[in-house]
């Protein structure tokens, strides 16, 4: 892992414990943020893409954003929570660009750590646990504002036992993109730096010191999608983010993001996500 700490920009939407008895079964959840758990008693599911992954106490559980899931719990379950947001405006996405174990067994730090997070944060739980009750629009916008508007040294306190936190899952993380080439490492490298400007595929021919066509071959190869398609595909991952946690015109984020055509953003914005950017927008209206 080459990134920089630097480079990680992780803001908290909400932490808190959670007690259910047979009352987290919701379904078909997707977030632009990032949940951590933490389960202390009884038992429940988290049904994935991947599989049905059972909810142990003392273990510790991530599910990446926009990783639609469901939950199943058929009696008594308490775990602690925290949503991680990493702002859109970061030059790269860390939690975006790897793939995380789901599960990893819980040490002795962990659990004072998130009680110690929730102590400094007490106005950052969930009033209720129904994600449809703070996975909106205005709701984000509130939990990314109270964030900012905090003391100083409780940011400085909580980011550091973020961190700690996260630091147990990144050190199993795995790029999701493995390239064995430093040529297209650097195009990659470039492309998510510079995600907000007009890339242009000579310029990246010319950074990893190719021909056009060579580098164009080596990309799909390494990548498994041409550089247009995945120029294309984390622009529209930006767009998703904006959507929802911005106020932003459609207009204006097909701008941001290079397109100046906003009915092709409309197209590849629908043929990427299977929703218009209106529909995308509406989903997450309160």
Not at 169 to 188: G, S
Request: aromatic share 10%.
């Amino acid at each position: 892992m080459t990134q920089s700490i630097d480079q990680l920009h992780l803001l908290i939407l909400n932490v808190g414990l959670a007690i259910h008895n047979a009352d987290w079964n919701w379904k078909n959840v997707s977030s632009p943020f990032t949940r951590l758990y933490y389960v202390t008693e009884g038992t429940a599911r988290i049904i994935l893409p991947s599989g049905v992954q059972e909810l142990l106490p003392n273990h510790l559980y991530l599910i990446p954003s926009f990783t639609t899931h469901s939950y199943s719990c058929e009696a008594h379950f308490s775990h602690y929570y925290l949503h991680i947001y990493e702002d859109h405006q970061s030059e790269v996405s860390i939690l975006e660009d790897y793939n995380f174990p789901v599960e990893i067994p819980a040490g002795d730090l962990e659990l004072p750590l998130i009680k110690r997070l929730c102590q400094i944060n007490p106005t950052m739980h969930l009033p209720q646990s129904d994600p449809t009750s703070y996975d909106n629009n205005p709701t984000l916008i509130k939990s990314i504002i109270k964030n900012k508007q905090r003391d100083f040294y409780d940011k400085v306190e909580s980011r550091g036992i973020v961190y700690q936190l996260m630091a147990r899952f990144l050190k199993n993380a795995k790029p999701k993109i493995e390239t064995n080439d430093d040529r297209i490492q650097k195009a990659l490298s470039y492309i998510r730096k510079n995600i907000y400007q007009k890339i242009e595929i000579d310029s990246l021919a010319e950074i990893s010191c190719l021909s056009k066509d060579h580098f164009i071959r080596l990309f799909k190869k390494e990548v498994n999608n041409t550089p247009l398609q995945y120029i294309n595909q984390k622009r529209i991952e930006k767009a998703q983010l904006i959507l929802i946690t911005d106020n932003m015109s459609i207009k204006n984020i097909a701008y941001l993001l290079g397109y100046e055509d906003q009915s092709y953003f409309n197209r590849l914005f629908k043929k990427l996500t299977g929703l218009t950017p209106q529909q995308y927008k509406d989903t997450y209206k309160s």
